[in-house]
């Protein structure tokens, strides 16, 4: 039989662990959110809402524009080449030159972005905890920006679903905690 | 650029429940101790009591039998009780009444065994020492607290129906007891004991499981009653909307389309209400249906989902009315406006037909008066009027036949009406066909008058015709004669040409033929076309015209002049010659092209390279007399070298005059071959300009060639012999230029020219441009001159004597021409034999001249001086700008426009 002690142990426990525990569970929360951001976005190319995010450019711009711009050597020939000939490429025809995708749009050349992205800062607020993501460098930060600017949207937004995914990790650890079900997160 | 992600997972209330919980649990806990402390009491005494019952058991053997009767009254009333206890959701003092009145049962049921007074305490102390006794505690102390607050109402129930749970588990483990009692009251303690273990064992998890669920059904009763009154609210809005659609869909002012949005939205929400109706109905029984199963022995859960079972029921049957009334709503109005559709289209056709009745009477109107249409459509209307009354009164009485059957009054009736109507379209037939009779007679009428007007206009148009064919006549005479007034001119071109009596004699006798022919052709043409326009029927005008053309044929055949050939006309000369010249018709045009091209080109070169050889030709005459000059005033250094060594060796200081003298001697040779040299360049310049001259006869030519063209176009005016004439006539025009060209190359070949001639002041005196000019050639050595106006040709001799007077004039070189003044009118003359030889007389050897004739030469010169001044201040310069001439005398200028060629 559960002593009344004991109850008011596991209270105490809870509350305390609750204090103790709730940014880090915050963190991995975000994390859990910037890999399934990073996920719809690189993998999938869609945006908070589920649509697509605008085609990369078919403008055509002088070849040097490129030059030394390349991901490989061979790209960065073939763009010399066409520099030569006073030939145009788009942004797209770029891509393909790097042997990327060139739909739909994912923001990934290099991958220093996504590198970059993760979990910035984690607040414990009255509700619950305040998780901030974005680039966690200087490069980073500036590729989103001017990223998001150019969709008019911000490309890190999370989606509802995912925000529930999250969120629901959370509870459920809220639970186990009180529940005195352990390591169940 | 940062993502900020609220994880909203209510922790402030979790956490304050938390702590509210564990407050409670310290209170609970300062009670559970004291109750603890009285358990230690109380086990104590049953120690000292199961002793007691032992020896009371061992005395009271006998009466063991009706000890398990009495037990199993006990069990009985026990049981009974523990129903009364199941039942959760009782008020907190029913609740503690409850617990009290437990024991009192308890009470009751030793008073009912007597005996066994000890064994009730045994059970009393088990029972303080079972969770239950514990839970009394602490549901006493939540309730207690839980009260205090209205806020705290819903989580009170909820523990409430966890502790009512709590409580059924309890009494099932409670009945468990019963056994552990049987056993104590048969002394197997060990028995008892266990079944008390038993008992207890494992009820803290069943109690948290129970307690759960129950409260997890509770806490659902409350979302839905939470939910209930969220949507009372959003029921009341829309019930807002509802009634206001429902206004709009029965507002017959409204249109139908309004109507019926309005009757849709309405019945979309009166559908929403009943479909949230039946939510919350469904779910209720489906927590009615959890609770009855939590309480299965309640009645009063039975009653419940009973209930709710009913609500569900009619909220179905509620909304199957409401969506059906919701279609009859619709299916109403549309209804309403279907009829009133159907009457707005009657009452369009009777406005149509109505229309089309005043259509038939106004086009009636609108006819003509007296035209055949009018008098047929009032024909047409009078019977249709007629008619129309007697179809009325068929279908009136048709009508009555219809209601009920006709007597024969009003059958005979309806016969003779229909009979009417055949009469009446009988008579509108005939009445329409005199109609028509009349108005066709009329038309025979004026078509007739209608040829005869037609008759006299084409008569009229004949006479028209034949003034016309007149007239046309009376122009080609005019043309002939304006053709033999041409001929003339051209008869005096020819002569003035210098053609021959007999080549114009030729030409008068053919022109004069032609003429003839053609006279005759255009009588021949007007007679033929008078006999066109004559009609068939005047036989003696028609033979009278016949006879004219034959004797006219008959004479042009005297003439035997062959006619031209069509497309003749237009053929120009290049054309003309190049047939001549075997072209063949196709290629003319090439031809003609080619010719004009070929003339522009060859004189567009020669242009440039006589242009050329001519400005060659002027530099190297320009570079000799530089040569020249500078010749000369090397002589002129080595002559006042010369006198200077002269006067030093009349001075008697050393002197080099005889290289003085070599120095001026071969000074003088460099000059004659200066001199000779520019002679060289002066007849080049000559045959350079004989290349010009001839440059400009081809030029001539050329122009000649256009002006062949005219003569040869002036002549093809001329008809029939147009063409040959024209030919003859530039071969005459062409001809005479040559023969003149020629005169000309031999003019210029004349020492004075042929009319004109030179003056003693070099001025040419001659006939002017108009009359032919003065063509001129210039005699090797002499001096040519001319300033625009006046040509000026000096003798040769005078020429080789002042060529450097002249050059300097030429040049407008004023210091030079000074020097040859200085030379000419006095200056210090050298005689180089004086002045080698030292003076005989042994005075100073000076050779100058006397005063006398020293004042007179520089009188002379002073003279000459001054009039050379006035004479250049009174030269007129001539400029060339191109389009005009500025002419510069005195310091004032003139600007003088040239005269346009035609």
Same mark, same amino acid.
């Given at each position: ?77 073939? /763009? +010399? ?5 006073? @030939?145009? %490429?788009?942004?797209?025809?770029? =891509?393909? #030159? &790097? !042997? *990327? ?54 490309? /890190? +937004? ?5 925000? @529930?995914? %999250?969120?629901?990790?959370?509870? =459920?650890? #809220? &639970? !186990? *905690? ?8 | ?902």
């Amino acid at each position: 039989m559960t002593k009344l002690s004991d109850l008011q142990n596991r209270i105490d426990n809870v509350i305390r662990r609750l204090d103790a525990e709730l940014e880090v569970q915050a963190a991995k929360a975000g994390q859990d959110i910037v890999a399934l951001i990073t996920n719809r976005v690189v993998q999938r190319g869609e945006t908070a809402e589920g649509d697509k995010f605008t085609p990369y450019s078919t403008t055509e711009v002088p070849a040097f524009f490129f030059l030394g711009r390349g991901r490989t050597t061979g790209s960065d020939n073939a /763009i +010399k080449q066409k520099a030569q000939k006073k @030939e145009k %490429v788009s942004y797209k025809d770029f =891509r393909a #030159l &790097n !042997n *990327l995708n060139t739909t739909p749009k994912n923001f990934e050349f290099t991958g220093e972005m996504w590198r970059g992205f993760g979990v910035i800062e984690v607040q414990k607020t009255a509700s619950g905890a305040l998780v901030v993501i974005g680039g966690r460098n200087t490069d980073s930060e500036n590729r989103i920006k001017w990223n998001s600017e150019q969709e008019k949207q911000s490309i /890190i +937004k999370p989606s509802k679903k995912e925000l @529930e995914i %999250v969120t629901a990790n959370l509870s =459920r650890w #809220l &639970n !186990n *905690l009180i529940n005195g079900r352990e390591n169940r997160t | 650029m940062a993502e900020k992600i609220e994880l909203d997972v209510d922790l402030a209330s979790v956490r304050d429940e938390l702590k509210q919980m564990q407050t409670e649990l310290q209170k609970t806990g300062a009670e559970g101790t004291a109750v603890f402390k009285d358990l230690v009491t109380d086990a104590q005494a049953i120690a000292k009591a199961q002793r007691e019952v032992t020896e009371e058991i061992e005395q009271t053997t006998a009466a063991t039998k009706r000890a398990d009767q009495a037990t199993g009254s006990f069990g009985s009333r026990v049981k009974a009780a523990i129903l009364d206890f199941n039942v959760a959701g009782k008020s907190l003092a029913e609740w503690g009444q409850q617990g009290r009145n437990l024991l009192s049962f308890l009470g009751a049921g030793e008073g009912a065994v007597g005996r066994f007074g000890g064994a009730f305490k045994v059970l009393g102390n088990i029972i303080k020492l079972s969770p239950l006794g514990l839970l009394a505690g602490v549901i006493a102390a939540l309730i207690g607290y839980f009260t205090r607050f209205q806020s705290g109402i819903d989580k009170v129930s909820q523990v409430m129906s966890g502790v009512s749970a709590v409580v059924n588990v309890l009494i099932e483990r409670f009945l468990k007891l019963g056994s552990a009692l049987v056993n104590v009251f048969k002394g197997d303690f060990v028995a008892a004991a266990n079944d008390v273990k038993g008992a207890v064992g494992g009820i803290g998890d069943e109690l948290v499981r129970a307690a759960t669920e129950a409260a997890a059904l509770e806490k659902r009763f409350q979302e839905l009653r939470d939910a209930s009154r969220t949507a009372s609210v959003e029921a009341s809005r829309l019930k807002i909307e509802l009634e206001k659609a429902k206004q709009i869909a029965d507002d017959t002012n409204q249109s139908y389309y309004r109507r019926i949005a309005a009757a849709q939205k309405a019945a979309e929400i009166e559908r929403k209400l009943a479909d949230t109706a039946l939510d919350f109905a469904a779910e209720r029984l489906a927590a009615e249906q959890e609770y009855f199963a939590q309480n299965k022995e309640s009645g009063d859960a039975r009653d419940r989902l009973a209930q709710a079972e009913i609500e569900f029921s009619n909220a179905q049957i509620e909304r199957n009315n409401v969506l059906f009334s919701g279609e009859q709503a619709i299916k109403s109005i549309r209804k309403e406006a279907a009829e009133e559709s159907k009457k707005r289209a009657a009452e369009a056709k009777k406005e149509r037909d109505d229309l089309l009745k005043d259509l038939e009477k106004l086009r009636v109107a609108v006819q003509p008066p007296g035209s055949e249409d009018r008098a047929v459509a009032e024909v047409e209307k009078k019977y249709a009027d007629l008619i129309a009354v007697a179809e009325k009164n068929v279908a009136k009485l048709n009508e009555i036949g219809s209601k009920g059957a006709l007597n024969q009054e009003q059958i005979a009736q309806r016969e003779e009406f229909k009979n009417i109507i055949v009469a009446l379209k009988q008579q509108e037939l005939e009445e329409i066909a005199n109609v028509l009779t009349e108005f066709t007679q009329k038309e025979l009428e004026l078509e007739d008058a209608r040829q005869r007007e037609v008759e006299a206009k084409r008569r009229k148009d004949i006479e028209g015709q034949r003034q016309a064919v007149e007239d046309i006549r009376d122009i080609e005479e005019s043309k002939i004669a304006l053709a033999e007034q041409e001929f003339q001119n051209y008869i005096k071109f020819l002569r003035s040409s210098g053609a021959s009596k007999e080549q114009i004699a030729e030409q008068e006798l053919e022109f004069d033929k032609a003429i003839k022919q053609r006279r005759l052709q255009n009588a021949l043409e007007t007679q033929e076309k008078l006999l066109a326009l004559t009609d068939a029927g005047d036989t003696a005008t028609i033979e009278k015209l016949k006879n004219s053309i034959l004797k006219i044929k008959a004479e042009l055949e005297g003439l035997a002049i062959p006619e031209p050939k069509q497309g003749d006309k237009g053929k120009d000369f290049l054309g003309e010659l190049g047939r001549s010249l075997g072209v063949s018709e196709e290629n003319i045009d090439t031809f003609k092209k080619g010719m004009l091209e070929a003339k522009d080109f060859t004189i567009s070169t020669l242009k440039e390279i006589t242009a050329a050889r001519t400005e060659a030709a002027r530099a190297a005459v320009q570079a000799a007399e530089d040569e020249l000059m500078a010749s000369k005033e090397k002589v002129d250094s080595a002559e006042d070298d010369l006198d200077r060594e002269l006067e030093l060796a009349k001075l008697g200081f050393a002197s080099d005059v005889t290289n003085a003298q070599e120095r001026l001697r071969v000074a003088e040779e460099e000059e004659k071959q200066a001199a000779a040299r520019r002679e060289k360049a002066i007849q080049d310049q000559k045959k350079a300009q004989r290349t010009q001259i001839l440059l400009d006869s081809v030029l001539q030519a050329s122009n000649m060639i256009t002006a062949a063209t005219n003569v040869y176009k002036g002549f093809s005016v001329i008809p029939f012999v147009g063409q040959i004439l024209g030919i003859a006539a530039v071969g005459l025009l062409i001809g005479s230029f040559i023969a003149a060209k020629a005169k000309a190359l031999q003019a210029t070949k004349a020492k004075h020219g042929i009319q004109g001639r030179v003056g003693k002041t070099g001025i040419v005196a001659g006939p002017s441009h108009e009359e032919g000019g003065v063509p001129l050639e210039v005699e090797g050595g002499e001096f040519f001159y001319q300033d625009g106006k006046r040509i000026s040709v000096v003798k040769k001799s005078a020429t080789n004597d002042h060529f450097g007077l002249l050059q300097a004039i030429n040049a407008d070189d004023r210091p030079m021409m000074a020097h040859y003044l200085r030379k000419l009118t006095g200056g210090i003359s050298r005689d180089q034999s004086i002045g080698a030889r030292p003076s005989s007389s042994g005075s100073s050897g000076s050779i100058r001249l006397s005063d006398k004739e020293t004042h007179k030469l520089l009188r002379e010169n002073n003279e000459l001086q001054r009039k050379l001044l006035a004479m250049e201040e009174d030269r007129e310069s001539v400029y060339d700008m191109g389009d005009y001439l500025v002419i510069k005398k005195r310091g004032r200028s003139e600007r003088l426009q040239k005269r346009k060629s035609k």
